[in-house]
């Protein structure tokens, strides 16, 4: 069986190449940088959202399901640089060549990936291989949008209409899984200003945990997993879940037992 390899990035703005590209002094600070240069997209087009090639990577989560294994982590550590951390993330593509899953990983995970991959002079020959080195790439990589090498799973449930999109926290909590707990992407900078980089990293890792277990329950759709096939993988989760100590677990199996309560609550009611 291929390997699934579920990933997702966390980011805050690239305040040494916005200092650059805005041409501002040195010992202006970044927190002052960012400002400046969410000031000007506010006022551009209305979003604070910065374009892809102008955000940092400070967190890349995992999750692994490879034989009778199943792992969530998170990429290096609290102090690993950003050229570190997607060093490691294109390794594993290298040594594994799973499948690589994501949510909205074709809008955003992946060219933010590929800018910063470069601009830290990373390597990654598996994952640009489109077939001259492995025949079988040219068939099915990680780089065409419609091959199953990399499975963006809003991009497909939505048909690839943008207008059809579903945010990755509803479709979770529709489906009876925990969905986001206490953060979302737009509070991750100040957190890192905070210098709670902990919270981020935990933060991330429930995200690819929800996403697996989205994840999941399409390969039941499309039936590639069997009901009780299904039911053994969900089990494998809640185990390996189970199995670690730190707290954001606790707080998401308590929230997974909570919904699965209430969907049960609710069958029942209008039964």
């Known amino acids: ?89 294109f390794d594993g593509v290298e040594k594994y060549m799973p499948q690589i899953i994501s949510w909205n990983g074709s809008g955003f995970d992946l060219p933010v990936l590929h800018y910063r991959a470069m601009i830290n002079n990373v390597v990654a020959p598996r994952y640009w291989d489109l077939g001259d080195d492995n025949k079988d790439f040219k068939w099915n990589n990680y780089i065409s949008r419609y091959h199953m090498r990399h499975l963006d799973l809003m991009d497909l449930l939505a048909l690839y209409n943008a207008r059809a999109n579903a945010p990755l926290d509803d479709l979770a909590k529709l489906c009876g899984f925990p969905g986001k707990l206490g953060m979302d992407g737009s509070k991750v900078w100040d957190a890192f ?46 185990e390996t879940l189970n199995g670690y100590s730190a707290p954001h677990w606790s707080e998401f199996l308590a929230a997974w037992v909570e919904i699965t309560k209430d969907y049960y609550l609710t069958k029942t009611n209008s039964a």
Request: proline share 3%.
């Open 1 to 89: 069986m291929t390997p699934t390899l579920v990933f997702d990035i966390e980011t805050i703005p690239d305040t040494a190449g916005l200092r650059a590209l805005l041409e501002l002094p040195a010992d202006v600070s970044d927190e002052d940088v960012a400002n400046i240069a969410l000031h000007q997209r506010r006022q551009h087009n209305g979003s604070e959202f910065l374009p892809l090639h102008q955000h940092k990577i400070c967190a890349i989560s995992c999750a692994l399901r490879e034989g009778n294994h199943f792992k969530v982590w998170t990429l290096g550590d609290a102090d690993s640089t950003e050229a570190e951390i997607i060093q490691r993330f």
């Open 193 to 238: 200003k905070a210098g709670k980089i902990e919270e981020i990293r935990n933060y991330c890792e429930t995200d690819v945990a929800n996403t697996h277990l989205v994840y999941l329950r399409f390969q039941l759709m499309r039936g590639h997993l069997s009901k009780s096939e299904y039911e053994a993988e969900i089990k494998i989760v809640r």
